[in-house]
């Protein structure tokens, strides 16, 4: 697993409230009207069209929609189930995983989908092995099988019994073996793929999607075309697109400042505007270097998550559009439990004068928290801003607060320089293996040296051969007490996930949960 960090986004510009409410632009339609098409824009980029590339929020997007994968997340749910497939099952243990496909698959290009092309899209994936690709998704196959035209079979390095959620994902597309090399990049932005919508132009600010008529699976679109016009990061364009009518939606791009006045302003109903609110398992750590001279000792760290008060800062930093957040498995995801806060309670000063003297320590600890300006959202900076002034209003930390650009922070992380630092995360799907091996696995993506030996050695093996994930809480209850008491990072918050739109655009509440598939088919507009 690498960090991607796929949540990543371009906040809207923090004008699009006060626009809307003042009236500025028209309130409906605009041009371009396209029917029951429905017209979306976002703040981030398309990566990749070639499913062996994308691992960003845009690509999967597109992905999601385009292609197929053997299961995939009904909505609302976080257990995958069959899509191309018709059905799947582990068999020996969790080392053999098998699929039946549908009867009837094809591409959008008329040509029938079969084993053979299940085989060739993973093998694929795993062959090229593109840096900013989903191969570390897929690397516990060992062999794939095709006995006959409608059978995959799986076999394993080792017991996963995550897979159906990794090939549930955006790492699952299955893709034409005419139509794409085996051994290299598909390089002329199309996309062919057997999903509920065909790609049919593609360019870096818009691409336009049709509902596929061959597509055989459980989507039932509501509407027969969308556009997704793309703006690179500009919140000033994307916001004036929703003001002057030329989007319906306006999704993944949205500042807390302007959804906490949209949702609170009596005038936005009058005017035709809906704020949706969706779950979301986004989550946002500080983390400490176990390495570091200060930030490596364990009373300093204690002290930290006796004082950091995190319903000040998500209600004073991101205006309750996040939730305190607890322990490293979010709310909503099976397996969460509240170990920071049962290990630390709310902010007590006293206790954390308590566990500096306890570490022999009696001056006042310097320390900078570093951060980055734009990778984690727009408010970032600020948020750790008002932790350092948390730390220092207790009398027990002299605190300031560094920001740099991104790809100086990340050479900087894995150079060691920083003691404490945040990092954010989007799951890749909603399992709590997703929010633990990472993190605390080998190879881990924090870059903070932390290791322990029962976590790798017994925990994460233990959970990762249980079919059954329910059967995985107490494993994960004792990986997330573990965690907590030997704090290699401190939780911060949990994300909700919000759209923008007309009150005509109705289904987006499908669209926006845990599974982070943004699903196009349940979006009708009328």
Known sequence: MKTHNKWLTAP??????????????????????SGNGIRVGMSDEIVATDPAAGYDPGSWLLFNNVFQSLLAFPKGGSE??????????????????????????????????????????????????DPSGPAPLLATIKSIETPDEKTVVFRLKVPDATFPSKIASGAGSIVDHREYPADALRTDGKATGSGPYKLDSFSATEATFSANPGYKGTARPQNDAVTLKLYGGDRSALSKAFTDGDIDVAYRGLSAEDIAT????????????????????????????????????????????????????????????????????????????TA???????????????????????????????????????????????????????????????????????????????????????????????????????????????????????????TAAAPDRAATADEYGKLQDLVAEQLPLLPLWQGKQYAVTRQDVTGLEWTLDASTVFRFWEIRKG
């Open 80 to 129: 995958p189930e069959p899509e191309a497939a018709h059905k799947c099952g582990f068999s020996s243990g969790s080392t053999v995983y098998s699929c039946t496909l549908r009867d009837g698959l094809t591409f959008s290009n008329g040509n029938k989908l079969t084993s053979e092309d299940v085989k060739f899209s993973f093998e694929r994936a795993l062959k090229i092995a």
């Open 340 to 462: 920071f806060y049962d290990t630390y309670g709310s902010p007590d000063k006293a206790k954390a004068k308590k566990a500096l003297r306890a570490a022999g320590i009696t001056d006042k600890v310097k320390l900078t928290l570093w951060s980055t300006p734009s990778r984690y959202g727009p408010s970032t900076d600020q948020e750790l801003k008002a932790i350092a002034e948390q730390l220092n209003a207790s009398g027990l930390f002299d605190a300031d607060v560094r920001s740099v650009a991104y790809d100086q922070y990340e050479k900087d992380i894995a150079a060691g320089k920083y003691g404490v630092y945040v990092k954010g995360w989007v799951p890749d799907y909603p399992d709590a293996d997703n929010f633990t091996t990472p993190f605390f696995g080998e190879g881990n993506v924090l870059g903070n040296h932390y290791e322990n030996a029962t976590i790798t050695g017994s925990l994460l093996p233990k």
């Open 262 to 337: 949209l949702e609170t302003s009596e005038t936005t109903d009058d005017k035709g505007i809906e704020v949706v609110q969706g779950s979301s398992a986004e989550v946002q750590h500080l983390v400490f270097n176990m390495k570091d001279p200060v930030a490596g000792k364990l009373g300093v760290r204690q002290a930290i998550a006796h004082l950091v008060d995190r319903e000040a800062l998500v209600e004073g930093v991101y205006k309750s559009t996040a939730t305190p957040l607890y322990s490293i498995v979010p709310a909503g995801i099976a397996g969460h439990n």
């Open 12 to 33: 809207l510009a923090a004008g699009l409230a006060a626009a809307l409410l003042s009236g500025c632009g028209t309130e409906q339609g605009g041009s371009g009207d």
